[in-house]
Every structure is written in structure tokens, then in C-alpha cells.
């Protein structure tokens, strides 16, 4: 065997997972499609490091265990018991599972941080906006949906207004936008890409990356004058950890893995992987990973899934029933990888009769292949 390096290294990360959820299908999707990608290129030779995880702090992690009366790491620790079983059910072959409340993330997130502000691109500032709770996010008057709500879960938004430290993300713009045109391929697909594009031109701000109103975070590794303690921004915390898996940015795993590195995220979160990320990591003269690639949602039966329909599917239920392999191959055949589509268990037994069972069964042999019947 000859030892793994630069050119034959690949690396593929899923988002990590919010634990204030617990595992759907839509985080199954991404999982699956990861470990198909990782799968395929383990066969073809190559030196495949697969990642996913949890992310674990936040306001609304802190507000679930209050009100369930537990901290949140207990919390945390139950519900990354249910992914980790959701992932061992799916097949799922992942090489690493980090979580953002374990040292070495916690770690490297303080040093990259204190190698921002040590580069002057952090700054004491404040911070008012639109804020939507269950998506972390902070929305402009002008981003907010007709009925000013939030643009992506359309849930009501509140106005916050605290002393936080910004990021001088700007500064990047520039560079970020010749570094999409110079690199067609780094977010897919391409209406994602001009999507990114398009919100760039409109002019990027600086980004508020600390909160002092919660406490269940990483610390900020500076204080401001009035000592008070922030915490590092939810998202910041967790974006690194792509790098802290790989044990920071000066180790051998960081050289042999970063190059090669492509993030499979949500459509919903292409925004903090496409511009947050890079311009992070512009800051720190670090490359950028090679590339983004967002994919579609699910909808259930025509409806759209979520929090509040309570009409999420549950992949285990489905996986029982009709059998992991089943499940997968739908999920990864059904709909091309990039597009939105539509999930309901008669498409999934119509797929998998005609595709495995008829054409490939009677390729192979009718007759001991016919156990990958199922009746309608
Ligand atoms: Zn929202």
C-alpha cells in the first residue's frame, strides 16, 4: 500500500447537527449522501476522511434544558445518542464524529478566534437587528419576508440590541467574489452559486460574532472594557468545526485532508457556508475548502416538513419497514442531487420495485433476487 497524500486525499463533511433537534430525514438525506460519496471513493482508491457531528450550544439549547429543568450537556449527550444510533440504523461509515462541546474543538475555535482579533479584523461594536430564535440568525429590515417575518422558517422575529464583537467580513467581499469567479466549481449548483452572488453584490456588512445575553457557548477569548463576558456566536463556533476535527490548521491531517475538502450542506445554510466560511477563513490565510454543494429539501407527500406541521418523516420508521438499502437507494435516485423533491412511501415502493427489483432483479436472477419485492 503506498501512503496516502495530497492528490489522493478526500474529505467530506455533512453540516453537524443542531442537538435542540432530533434526527429527521432531512438530516438523513445529507448523511447518506455523504457516506454514498465517501463509500464510492474508498473503492475507487482514495484516502477518505468522512465527518459529521453535533453542534451543541446556543440560546435554544439552553432554553430546552431550562424548561426540561436539566443542564445542557445533558441534554446534548442524550440527543447525540440518538444520531449516533440513527447513523449506526442508516449504515452510515463516518470516520469521525465531533461535537462542539468536546475539548479539542473547544480549543482550536479560541485560537483561530484570537487569530482574527490578533489580525485586527474584530472589533467592539453594536449590534441591533431583526432576530429570528429558532435559526440563530439576524436579519435586515429589508431581508425580512412580507409579512416581516423570518425569510427562511417565516417565524416571528424580535429586535436585539446588544454591545457585540464584529467580524470585519466586508473587508473580504471583494475577494470572495473573484475567488467564485475564478473557481466555477466551489459552489454548486450554480443557482445556489448565483444565489451567493447576488447577496454579496447587495453589499455584505460586518458580522455581529458574540452574544452577551447567552451563556452557553465558548468564550469570546477577549473582554471589553464593562468586562463583560461574550460568548463566540453559535455559527462561528460551529463552522470550525471542519478544521478542529482535523485537529487545528497546522497538523499533518489539516495539509493532507483541508485541500481536498467538500461541505455537503442544506440549501438553508448555504449562506453561512458560502460567505461566513470563506471570509473566516480569508482572515486567517487559511485556503478555502475546495467546494459547497447544497442540496434541495423533501417535501412530505406535496407539504412542506417542519418544526411546527410536526410532519417531519422519520427515516427510521421508513428504514424499519422497507429496509435501510431501500431507503437509501430512493433517496439518492429518486431526485438529482441538488433539486428539491417530493417524498412519499408509494414513490418509494414504485422506485424500488421497478429499479431493483425488476430491472436489476431480472438482470441478475429473478429468482433469488425477488426477496427485494415489496407489496403494495
Ligand atoms: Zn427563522
Redesign the pocket.
Known amino acids: 500500500m503506498s501512503q496516502p497524500n495530497k492528490t489522493n486525499s478526500f474529505y467530506i463533511t455533512t453540516p453537524i447537527y443542531y442537538v435542540n433537534d432530533v434526527p429527521h430525514i432531512g438530516h438523513a438525506y445529507t448523511t447518506v449522501a455523504a457516506d454514498v460519496l465517501a463509500r464510492f471513493k474508498r473503492l475507487d482508491g482514495y484516502d477518505v476522511f468522512f465527518l459529521t457531528g453535533t453542534d451543541e450550544h446556543g440560546s435554544k439549547v439552553e432554553e430546552s434544558a431550562k424548561k426540561n429543568n436539566e443542564r445542557p450537556i445533558d441534554l446534548a449527550d442524550r440527543v447525540v445518542q440518538r444520531f449516533k444510533s440513527s447513523w449506526k440504523l442508516m449504515n452510515i461509515t463516518y470516520d469521525d464524529f465531533i461535537r462542539t462541546t468536546e475539548a479539542r474543538h473547544k480549543t482550536v475555535v479560541t485560537q483561530l478566534i484570537q487569530k482574527v482579533i490578533d489580525k485586527g479584523d474584530i472589533y467592539l461594536g453594536q449590534y441591533e437587528d431583526w432576530y429570528?430564535l429558532?435559526?440563530e440568525?439576524f436579519w435586515t429590515s429589508t431581508q425580512l419576508d412580507p409579512q416581516n417575518k423570518?425569510p427562511?422558517?417565516?417565524?416571528c422575529?424580535q429586535k436585539l440590541k446588544e454591545e457585540s464583537y464584529f467580524f470585519k467580513m466586508s473587508h473580504y467581499a471583494k475577494a470572495l467574489l473573484t475567488y467564485i469567479e475564478d473557481h466555477p466549481d466551489f459552489i454548486q449548483p450554480v443557482s445556489r452559486k448565483n444565489e451567493i452572488i447576488n447577496f454579496i453584490e447587495e453589499g455584505l456588512r460586518d458580522l455581529s460574532i458574540s452574544r452577551t445575553t447567552v451563556l452557553w457557548g465558548i468564550p469570546m477569548p477577549i473582554t471589553d472594557q464593562t468586562q463583560t463576558s461574550h460568548i463566540i456566536y453559535i455559527w462561528f463556533d460551529a463552522l470550525i468545526n471542519y478544521v478542529s476535527a482535523l485537529g487545528g490548521s497546522q497538523t499533518q491531517a489539516f495539509n493532507n485532508y483541508w485541500p481536498n475538502a467538500i461541505h455537503f450542506v442544506g440549501k438553508d445554510i448555504i449562506r453561512h457556508h458560502a460567505i461566513y466560511w470563506p471570509t473566516f477563513l480569508m482572515s486567517l490565510n487559511l485556503p478555502l475548502p475546495k467546494k459547497i454543494f447544497a442540496h434541495g429539501w423533501w417535501t412530505n407527500e406535496g407539504e412542506k416538513m417542519s418544526k411546527s406541521k410536526g410532519n417531519f418523516i422519520d427515516h427510521e420508521v421508513i428504514a424499519q419497514k422497507y429496509g435501510v438499502d431501500s431507503l437509501r437507494y430512493f433517496m439518492m435516485r429518486e431526485i438529482p442531487f441538488g433539486s428539491d423533491g417530493d417524498f412519499s412511501e408509494k414513490a418509494l415502493i414504485q422506485r424500488v420495485n421497478s429499479d431493483l427489483a425488476n430491472d436489476f432483479g431480472n438482470l441478475v436472477n429473478r429468482t433469488w433476487m425477488s426477496f427485494l419485492f415489496i407489496r403494495l
Open positions: 429570528c429558532p435559526c440568525t423570518c427562511s422558517c417565516h417565524r422575529v
